[in-house]
């Protein structure tokens, strides 16, 4: 799939998770960019993407995760 | 992942979720209806997470008070909190949780002036995981050590069971731990006295035995992870991260599991199963097809899954769940397969309610729940029509209706997760209304504790039924003469036509035969085929028995009947043919032990029989003989 595809998936799961339909992600987009983006909401986020693309993320790849551009590239890395 | 299967998948999800908060009175229940969907974890939050923004509070008529229910653990379950009360509100209750603060459990039951006492919960789930649990002992502890340990920590369980219960005069739950260590032997772990994971496994035991008796109800984790797996709901990466024993993905079925044993804890179960009847219990629609023309029953894997399906419903009436059925059919024709279908495991005697007519079924189920006298949200409605099943949705939304796969296979499955008719003991009042359950294993037992044989069969209360040939059984006819390689004494194969031709021959016979004893119908077990030749010899042309019921003295008995039927043609004499072939061995001397003489050929060909009717005494049996439907 094509990074673009995965925005489009993303930016569906970031809206239904922090209930705001005018959230457009970057690759810059982080948790600072969010009031309730807490480790809960970063959980959800992870299961989601891990449930829609049938994929797991290793504890060190989650580790390295800093904003949503590191999210795309590993779910392409994955698929 | 596990899905909430059984709920209808949700339509227009975003649309409804973003109009909740400005649908004013109608709030609550369009929520409960996106509740009564089938949502994964995300939406689960979204849904929770959009009635609190708009603070969406439930209509002052709603029957239960809230829910204020606590839960104790010794890990993270805030996670889980949103499906909770997306569970209670799927059944119309409101929720409101309490959390102890991280692995404070006991100290706050303890302490009065705790934040927990303030709440005053009227449920309280105590959830402790399994590391925490076996957080004392090792591979290095001796036995001793590992029996102090398992002691304590059940009394410090029991302990706190009272404590909540003292305080707060409430519901007890205590949810189980699921297995998480990694076992250090293998199968046999249990030989190893400090294993932890021997360890849960021996204090999930024990506390069940505890809860019976001091009336705690169980949440068994265990058991699920059991049928799921431990991956469905358990993540080692998210245990390390964040402290959740359950994942995340796996809180909506989580929380319908806790709100079904409070429903329960509170009466609030689900009391009837209302059932379809074409494609629903039976292949087939018996308006058009006919009581013969059904699929049901043993003769085709199809309608072995419907006669399964009723044996669940069966068990189900039995330990206090009521039966109904709502049908569009003529009634006589609908009660017709109840009355002389051989193969219905169900009875009109098991139906509470019985309405069938072509009235729409969400009419129908209000006169089945007015007939019953309980509410309409006590009713689980099974139909394989998904047309019949969104009507009654949209105009009865508090009757539960899951959605079934067109493979009857599965229905009895898809009950049982959805967990309806959760109950946390059983009454003397639902046993009452239950019969007497004959299992396998009873038979089993009287076996072992027969002192010989004829005191086992004549405790087995069996009674062979007979019936000739018809249309009703033709397809197990059909089937039981194609399939027997074993016992049977000529194997002949015949179509449909040919045991159609037996019927109408006013010179030849068939019987199918079926045995019942006191543990249940084992269905039709043998066919005989005679036709009368010349010099008044009664040809016995097929003999066939299924060997589930051998040693049971069904062949004697079977012959005083081919006798009796051989001289009702007028009859002299009974001649009986063993063909062999590679598998038919077992029968190669049945005619010589029911006393036939030998009168040519022999066993390596084809070898015939011969007894005389005339001086024919009938041989003793324990079995009862009976012409099936005729009256007792």
């Not at chain 2, 991280?102 to 995981?129: M, T």
């Not at chain 2, 085709?300 to 059925?325: C, K, M, N, T, W």
């Not at chain 2, 129908?364 to 099974?382: K, P, Q, S, T, Y």
Request: with cysteine; net charge negative.
């Amino acid at each position: 799939m094509t990074e673009p595809e995965i925005y489009d998936t993303l930016t569906a799961i970031f809206r239904d998770v922090f209930l705001r339909d005018d959230l457009v992600l970057t690759p810059q987009f982080s948790a600072k960019d969010v009031d309730d983006w807490d480790s809960f909401k970063q959980i959800e986020i992870i299961v989601a993407v891990q449930e829609h693309y049938r994929v797991k993320f290793r504890t060190q790849e989650m580790d390295r995760l800093t904003n949503v551009g590191d999210l795309v590239m590993l779910i392409a890395s994955k698929s | 992942m596990i899905e909430l299967y059984w709920l209808p998948k949700v339509e227009q999800w975003r649309e409804r979720l973003r109009r909740l908060g400005d649908a004013g009175d109608a709030a609550w229940d369009e929520a409960a209806a996106l509740a009564a969907s089938r949502l994964d974890v995300v939406q689960t939050n979204a849904l929770d997470a959009t009635l609190r923004r708009a603070r969406v509070e439930p209509p002052a008529s709603l029957p239960d008070k809230p829910v204020r229910l606590a839960l104790l653990g010794s890990s993270t379950m805030a996670h889980l909190h949103p499906a909770i009360r997306v569970a209670g509100l799927r059944r119309r209750m409101r929720v409101d949780i309490y959390e102890n603060d991280y692995g404070q459990y006991w100290q706050e039951l303890s302490d009065p002036e705790a934040e927990l006492h303030r709440f005053k919960p009227n449920a309280v789930l105590l959830a402790l995981d399994a590391y925490h649990l076996a957080a004392g002992i090792g591979a290095a502890s001796s036995a001793a050590e590992v029996e102090t340990a398992l002691h304590d920590t059940c009394e410090r369980i029991r302990a706190c069971w009272r404590l909540a219960r003292a305080a707060f005069r409430c519901t007890v739950i205590h949810q189980l731990a699921l297995p998480l260590h990694p076992p250090l032997l293998g199968s046999n772990e249990h030989r190893l006295p400090g294993s932890r994971s021997a360890f849960i496994s021996r204090i999930n035991a024990e506390l069940r035995r505890m809860a019976d008796a001091e009336e705690v109800a169980v949440l068994a984790l265990d058991e699920r992870m059991a049928r799921d797996g431990l991956a469905a709901w358990h993540d080692p990466e998210l245990w390390h991260r964040a402290k959740q024993e359950v994942t995340p993905s796996a809180a909506p079925i989580y929380g319908d599991l806790v709100m079904r044993l409070v429903a329960a804890s509170l009466g609030r179960s689900y009391k009837a199963l209302v059932l379809d009847l074409d494609n629903t219990l039976w292949g087939g629609v018996v308006g058009d097809d006919g009581v013969e023309g059904l699929v049901l029953g043993q003769g085709s894997p199809l309608g072995e899954a419907f006669a399964h399906f009723q044996d669940y419903a069966r068990e189900l009436s039995r330990r206090g769940v009521i039966l109904a059925v709502v049908s569009k059919n003529d009634e006589r024709n609908a009660l017709e397969p109840f009355e002389r279908h051989p193969e219905m495991v169900l009875k009109r005697g098991d139906i509470a309610s019985f309405v069938a007519n072509w009235n729409n079924k969400p009419a129908n189920l209000r006169a089945v729940a007015e007939e019953l006298n309980i509410g309409l949200d006590a009713l689980v409605f099974v139909d394989d029509n998904p047309f019949e099943r969104n009507l009654v949705r949209r105009e009865l939304p508090m009757v539960a209706v899951p959605e079934i796969s067109e493979d009857p296979a599965g229905f009895a499955q898809t009950l049982a997760d959805a967990g309806y008719f959760e109950a946390v003991s059983i009454t003397d009042e639902d046993r009452a209304r239950s019969g007497q359950y004959q299992s396998n294993r009873q038979r089993d037992r009287l076996k072992a504790s027969a002192t010989d044989l004829d005191s086992y069969l004549r405790g087995l209360e069996m009674r062979l039924l007979w019936r000739p040939f018809d249309r009703a059984g033709l397809t197990r006819t059909v089937q039981l003469i194609n399939k027997t390689n074993q016992f049977n004494l000529t194997t002949r194969r015949y179509t449909e036509a040919d045991v159609l031709g037996v019927m109408e021959d006013d010179r030849a016979f068939g019987l199918q035969l079926r045995l019942i004893d006191r543990f249940g119908d084992n269905g039709i077990i043998a066919i005989v085929i005679g036709r009368l030749g010349d010099d008044r010899d009664l040809l016995i042309d097929t003999w066939l028995m299924s060997c589930r019921v051998l040693g049971r003295q069904v062949e004697p008995t079977t012959l005083n009947l081919v006798a009796a039927a051989a001289q009702k043609l007028g009859a002299r004499r009974l001649v009986g043919q063993y063909v062999p072939t590679a598998r038919n061995g077992m029968v190669r001397d049945h005619y010589p032990k029911l006393g036939f003489g030998a009168i040519d050929g022999d066993p390596g060909t084809t070898a015939r029989y011969a007894l005389d009717l005339a001086g024919f005494v009938p041989r003793d049996s324990f079995v009862d003989v009976r012409q099936e439907g005729a009256d007792d």
